[in-house]
Nanobody, 124 residues
């Protein structure tokens, strides 16, 4: 199967930047689309961004469009989420997810593999 491990979370001030990483291992050849989700305290997990297998196609939630950039390095089996102009409302646990499909999925139930998450906290 596929294992996903996120890293790069932390505490930053509003307006700052963070870069999250998600390293995939195991049967990485079956991975198609990869995505980022987040879950704030007391809220449901929500879609943030997705990237195609090739890394060419991306899709973003409206709330992060223009501030976040998703990319991937297939030589390292790693996906990144560059987060700029961070806001307190970006505070959440961020999860990496992977699917075998080729569509840029936005629904949680469309992703088969999940990481354990990394905490991002933005102070005002």
């Amino acid at each position: 199967q596929v294992q996903l491990v996120e890293s790069g979370g932390g505490l930053v001030q509003a307006g700052g930047s963070l870069r999250l990483s998600c390293a995939a291992s195991g049967r990485t050849s079956i991975i198609g689309t990869m995505g980022w989700f987040r879950q704030a305290p007391g809220k449901e997990r929500e879609f943030v961004a997705a990237v195609s297998r090739s890394g060419v196609s991306t899709y973003y939630a409206d709330s992060v469009k223009g501030r976040f950039t998703v990319s991937k390095d297939n030589t390292k089996n790693t996906v990144y989420l560059q987060m700029n102009s961070l806001k307190p409302e970006d505070t959440a646990v961020y999860y990496c997810a992977a699917d075998r499909g080729v569509l840029l999925a936005t629904g949680m139930d469309e992703y088969e593999y999940w990481g354990q998450g990394t905490q991002v906290t933005i102070s005002s």
